[in-house]
């Protein structure tokens, strides 16, 4: 069965320091990963996507199929990166239903 | 950012009673769908619709019905078969040619009193 881990429900880090949020998903075929984020009050939206490549607000996630990983890194945190992260898995071969985690909540600390 | 009209934000239902929460959209996208949202649980899929006339189970549609009559509009009806019902419920849109990224509303909470 399709499914996406995020092992972490909270994470906490200071101003400046790098941050690291898990994914991992289970699905045999070819997987699309996106990464959607939900700042305080706003409307949940793409942040990221893997197929794209590219890095948004500073972040960046690498697909890591051997690892069945899609892991969102960002070098220097900042407090207004505050706000909640899911990772979302999308079957492909034109089904554009995703499976999301349950979610991290990051917080960034002055 | 409009394009996805959810309403209303914020219901009230009386425990027996079906309620219908609406969702419109204007950015002419084909497929549509219904999240619910709970704390520590993600989103979960209800419905979704990828043509009109045409919607398909998600992974917790018991105690849910949807239409989709016009491309624009996908309400969802919640019915007293649902056991708990009290959450928050997001629309969403897709389209192949937005390269099938998926476009939330603003979302509705519903809460059985």
């Known amino acids: 069965a399709q499914r996406v881990t995020q092992p972490e429900k909270l994470l906490s880090v200071f101003k400046g320091a790098p941050v690291e949020l898990k994914c991992n998903y289970s699905?045999?075929?070819?997987?699309?990963l996106f990464w959607y984020v939900q700042y305080s009050r706003q409307r949940l939206q793409l942040l990221l996507r893997?197929?794209s490549r590219e890095s948004i607000k500073g972040f960046t996630a690498d697909l890591n199929k051997g690892e069945t990983s899609f892991h969102l890194k960002k070098p220097f945190a900042q407090e207004e990166d505050s706000a909640m992260y899911y990772c979302?898995?999308?079957?492909?071969?034109?089904?554009?239903?995703?499976?999301f985690g349950k979610g991290t909540k990051l917080t960034v600390n002055p | 950012d409009g394009g996805i009209t959810q309403s209303p934000k914020y219901l009230f239902r009386k425990e027996g009673q079906n309620v219908t929460l609406s969702c419109e959209q204007n950015?002419?996208?084909?497929?549509m769908y219904w999240y619910r949202q709970d704390p520590g649980q993600g989103l979960r899929l209800i419905y979704y619709?990828?043509?009109?006339?045409?919607?398909q189970k998600g992974d917790i549609a018991e105690g849910y019905s949807v239409s989709r009559e016009k491309k624009e509009s996908f309400p969802l009806t919640v019915t007293s078969a649902q056991k708990n019902p009290t959450a928050f419920y997001l629309c969403a849109t897709s389209d192949r040619w937005s390269g099938n990224t998926i476009y939330f509303g603003e979302g509705s909470w519903l809460t059985v009193v």
């Open positions: 699905y045999s075929g070819s997987p699309e």
């Open positions: 619709s990828q043509i009109v006339n045409d919607f």
């Open positions: 950015l002419n996208h084909d497929a």
């Open positions: 893997h197929i």
């Open positions: 979302a898995l999308s079957l492909g071969g034109g089904s554009e239903k995703l499976v």
